[in-house]
Every structure is written in C-alpha cells, then in structure tokens.
C-alpha cells in the first residue's frame, strides 16, 4: 500500500511538474511577444517624433506668411502658377511623410 501511495505522489509530483515546465514556457512566450510588441510600439513612436519634426521645421517666426495674392501675380508673369508651387509643395511634404510611415509599417 505504502509503494502505491509512494508511486502515486511520484505521478502526481511529475505532472505538476510538467504543467509548471508548460507554464514557464508559455510565460517565456508571452515575454517574447510582449517584448516584440515594445519594440514596435517603439518604433511607430520614433515616426511619430519624425513627423511632428517636419510638422515643426518651417515656423512662422523664421518663414512668414507670404502676401499670396502678390505671390500670385508675380508669379504669374513669370509663366508660373501658384497652383503649381502649392502642389509641388504638398507632394514634397506628404512624400516625405509617406516615406515615414512607410518605413515604420515595414
């Protein structure tokens, strides 16, 4: 009876055994998956940064509103829209974001 119940808390002892081996590899898992995520949760941050530093690269105290009427007019004749400076403008920026935000999506 002895050698049974010795037999049975050595089973016993071994599956306990093996649910906390499965618990600290799970554990190890979910440490890894965390880690992952910080570091890419990191690295959507440092785009974020990078944008705001475009957003804050031209300030008005250096580059003032320019008259855009006036702007329009001389540019005009010379051949050239203001249209077409705003554009190439607004793709020069949103190119520059897009390659950001790229980058941080790979």
């Keep these: 009876m002895a050698d049974k119940a010795v037999m049975l808390a050595c089973e016993h002892a071994m599956l306990i055994g093996t649910e906390i081996a499965e618990a600290v590899n799970n554990a190890?898992?979910?440490?890894?998956?965390?880690?992952?995520?910080?570091?890419?949760?990191?690295?959507?941050?440092?785009?974020?940064?990078?944008?705001?530093?475009?957003?804050?690269?031209?300030?008005?105290?250096?580059?003032?509103?320019?008259?855009?009427?006036?702007?329009?007019?001389?540019?005009?004749?010379g051949g050239i829209t203001l249209d077409s400076v705003s554009a190439h403008c607004m793709r020069h920026v949103v190119e520059g974001v897009g390659k950001i935000a790229r980058a941080a999506l790979r």
Excluded at 32 to 59: F, G, N, S
């Design 28 to 77: 190890d898992v979910r440490l890894d998956a965390c880690t992952k995520l910080a570091e890419r949760v990191d690295d959507l941050q440092q785009a974020l940064h990078k944008i705001a530093q475009w957003a804050e690269a031209y300030p008005l105290t250096v580059f003032p509103e320019p008259d855009l009427a006036k702007a329009r007019v001389l540019l005009e004749t």
